[in-house]
């Protein structure tokens, strides 16, 4: 689900950096349901047609359960995507393990960000994801936050920022 304040810091960040931030949701991270892929595909059509956004140069990002919406997209829809951001999140683990995914995105890059003390996703768990992704040959880019948990998207904004600035550039 998107929370009014991930909103804030994500428009404060394409106001900054000059960036379209499109943020669909399914429910309270019901991704498990197929109609959910369904629905991020439409609004990135209808996003590319009113705002004039360049397909060719859209990242694909998911918080938390958006993780797992994330990843389930970047199995099936990869050549819509330039990339992968995931903060504090859930990972399909039957998505990353499908050959679609592999051949869609080895060589690509994600970026994961997490926090250490993280306590309804644990660090070991993102790790073991992380690995599982560079095993089949994508380009995952990690950084952990030692001392955050869940919610270091709103206590370290700035610093989570301006890891997604860099590696967008």
């Given at each position: 689900?998107?929370?009014k304040t991930y909103l804030w810091v994500w428009a404060q960040f394409a106001e900054e950096h000059g960036y379209i931030i499109v943020a669909p949701s399914y429910g309270f991270g019901n991704w498990d349901r197929e109609l959910g892929?369904?629905?991020v595909q439409a609004t990135l059509a209808d996003a590319v047609q009113k705002a004039?956004?360049?397909p060719n140069r859209v990242i694909l990002a998911g918080l938390s359960n958006g993780?797992?919406?994330a990843t389930r997209v970047a199995e099936q829809f990869p050549d819509a995507y330039q990339g992968v951001i995931l903060l504090s999140p859930g990972i399909d683990g039957q998505s990353i393990d499908n050959q679609a995914y592999a051949e869609g995105w080895n060589g690509r890059s994600h970026l994961i960000i997490t926090g250490e003390q993280d306590k309804r996703i644990p660090v070991g768990y993102v790790n073991g994801r992380s690995q599982q992704l560079q095993n089949i040959g994508v380009d995952v880019?990690?950084?952990t936050f030692p001392k955050e948990d869940h919610f270091l998207f709103?206590?370290?904004p700035d610093d989570v920022m301006?890891?997604?600035a860099e590696w967008l550039e």
């Open positions: 689900g998107n929370f892929v369904t629905a004039n956004i360049d993780g797992f919406g880019t990690l950084h709103y206590s370290q301006h890891l997604i």
